[in-house]
């Protein structure tokens, strides 16, 4: 089993394409899923051989992939990310690029730069005051530092022609996981990849997490950059 594409396909570090291997967010080419021994224990998913790493502040089950060889230097550019260094990078606000802090200080927030060309309108629509009724925009994408932020656009085709959406938030509070979700009852169907579970959710128990999840809240600045439209050769 692979795990499924949690990013739009390319983007799993949106402007990784250009940079040599050693962007935070990517998976080595050895770093494969390893999914071996998953079974049920007290009611809830979990490994024979589980340890203390294996499961979140939220008792949430992680997925695990293979340690990387030594000698490995290509990375995975366009697939899933690394469940654990995602979790990290989006726990401790990092840029999934370099891994440097991505707040740049307490009055501009904290960006984002996600990997599809959303509607400004549609987005100040979304952001209201956390906890009150509107749509969440929920995102598994890490932030990004004021650096990688401005050469986004410039180094990664794939922006250019999906679209882009720059976001610089004042709050961004934790959410949740995206993974996949498994039948307790019979381990052998295939799980269900569901991209958002909030805490508290009762699917959690059954979850085999990717994907730290944040909402993004209270925007100081958006704009969306839409695709490029190619043009049609001429016979």
């Given amino acids: 089993m692979t795990l499924p594409q949690t990013h739009a396909p390319g983007t799993g570090c949106p402007f990784a394409p250009h940079r040599r291997p050693g962007v935070a967010l990517a998976r080595y080419t050895t770093e494969l899923p390893d999914l071996r021994g998953l079974c049920v224990r007290a009611g809830r998913l979990a490994y024979r051989d589980e340890n203390g790493e294996d499961r979140d502040e939220h008792g949430v089950l992680w997925a695990r992939v293979a340690e990387r060889d030594p000698a490995d230097r290509r990375q995975d550019l366009g697939g899933p990310p690394h469940p654990v260094r995602q979790r990290e990078l989006m726990r401790n606000l990092r840029c999934q690029v370099c891994a440097a802090p991505a707040e740049r200080d307490r009055v501009e927030g904290v960006t984002w730069v996600l990997p599809y060309a959303a509607s400004a309108r549609l987005l100040r629509q979304r952001y209201r005051p956390y906890g009150t009724a509107r749509e969440l925009l929920v995102e598994g994408n890490p932030p990004v530092c004021e650096r990688h932020a401005a050469e986004a656009p410039r180094r990664c085709p794939e922006l250019r022609v999906h679209g882009w959406t720059r976001v610089v938030v004042a709050s961004a509070p934790l959410h949740g996981v995206a993974g996949l979700v498994h039948d307790l009852a019979d381990l052998t169907r295939p799980p269900v990849w569901v991209p958002d ?36 050769a001429t016979p």
């Fill in 197 to 232: 579970l909030p805490y508290g959710d009762p699917r959690l128990r059954a979850v085999l997490a990717t994907d730290l999840t944040r909402v993004l809240d209270l925007p100081i600045s958006v704009s969306a950059v839409p695709p490029v439209r190619l043009r049609k």
